[in-house]
């Protein structure tokens, strides 16, 4: 199963308009052939364990663009089900290039399986290099604080860094806010063990109620497109301003969401 | 004629140099700490940078430009050695430059100032800091060479000078530490990384050398060859075994017995990919040997199997 790229993945990747070189990579180590291969064993893993549904694909531009999701549920998932639906179900298909902690590069095996499909260090620069060459990013401003919520912080938003606004002024680019519902319930943690996280310097240490990630059924809604204009390198309180827009965007999203959500599973 | 002297003649990328612009009908001196044989078309002398023969050397030749591709590359070398002749030597010869009115100053340094990290941004400019001091003090002679000749662009305008940060120089002519490596038929590789990585031909860096010579800019510039593409796949293009290990036994294997520079290895583990989009807008130079064939080139000389 492993070797088999899925046709439906295959005519995606080819449709991209991604730039690479004459062997097949671009600068930050994408390689079509090698994504085929890993988006085609996302897809059979993740999409019949937890059937992503999505809504406002028509929200989402053409070129580059930030997208800008709620961050939840331990591990990666709501980013691998966010580049999975707008490979797979976008009209073009679109490759979202994931900001990867800053401690990925450093795991054996995985940095490489993550960059050959299209993952990139979550780093200004990285980001700023990807949008003026017209590509797709996905940011999560709530950092790993996001993703390793505990059970009784689920669907709040921690507090949002400014870093994306300001990339998307410097780049004018346009941010697509997003909510990912069902990452919270995938994997419940009811504690952050801080002490082991500062031991292993890992951003945090889950307690998890489950040994695995439960099926739970994810839901991503694109919200509209949002332009803001005005100095990249304004006084903070300016970028804030914009900030808190978006994630008043962001909670909208993720209140309808949950309000349109009949069962978890 | 204007004569140009190149430092580090015993060297395969300084005689590619020459060659070059002897071609074009120039003059051209070297100078080397080491000895040099087999050159009979211009004059060769033996000094080191950093004694008071090269300032004879200067008398001599009474150069308009001054190629600087001499700087000892080999970490294996020790560090005092590698200081004297890096960071004083390089000293002198700038002196040297201003004092004897030379008009062009290019100064090879290296791309391995930059460090291979896993906090590596994609790709990295000229305006990027320095990182390998960091996990490598031992490269301080390098970084400091670099730092000198960058000050130097703007502190003595009478000499126009441009600093090249090259990537992976290889070529059948070079014996730099890459080479050996890419020369051998079987190598370690660390197991679970495989990070972008670029090279430029000898004859590419030739040329780049020699459009900073007849430019009119100055500055610091990256030359970054032709195509960035994964260390597993340069070596099967140059058909080298590989043999994956866990990177700590090799790390630990390098650090104790072998005379490869330690901090090389990171550059097998993590990506230090730069851009030359600079030095191509400014000088008008493109590579022109494609990545296949300027790693074919290298293992030209490989030994023949037993």
Known sequence: MLRAIDPDV??????LPNKVNELGYDAWGFHKERAKLWYSVGKRLLTPYFRPTVSGLENLPLGRMLIVPNHSGQLPIDGMIIAL??????????LVRAMVERWFPRLPFINELFSRSGAVLGDPINCRNLLLDDQVIVVFPEGAKGSGKVWKERYTLKPFGRGFMRLALQTESPIVPCAVIGGEESIISIHNWKSAARLFGMPYVPIPLTPFPLPVQFHVHFGEPMRFSGRFDDEDSVIDEKVKQVSEVVKLLIAKGLAERTSVF | MTTTLITGIAGGLAQRVAAMLLEDGEGVAGVDYRETTGIDAYPVYRASYDKTAIEDVFRKVSP??????GRVGNLSEP??????INVIGSQKLMRLCVQHGVEVLVV???FHIYGAHPRNHVPISEDDPLRAGTSFPEIADAIQLDNMASTWIYKHPSVRTVVLRPTNVVGPNITNTMSKVLRRRRIPALAGYNPMTQFVHEDDLARAVIAAVRGKERGVYNIAGPSVLPWRTALEITETQVVPMPSILIERYVRTFSRLPAYLIRFF?????ITDAAFRRDFGWESRVDITETLRSAVDRRPPSR
């Open chain 1, 10 to 15: 295959a005519r995606a990747i080819d449709s």
């Open chain 1, 85 to 94: 639906v707008a490979l797979m179900q976008a009209e073009p298909p679109r």
């Open chain 2, 64 to 69: 308009k430009r001054v190629l600087h591709l």
């Open chain 2, 79 to 84: 560090i005092e050695k590698r200081f004297e």
């Open chain 2, 108 to 110: 090879l340094s290296t």
């Open chain 2, 269 to 273: 583990k993590y990506p230090c990919v």
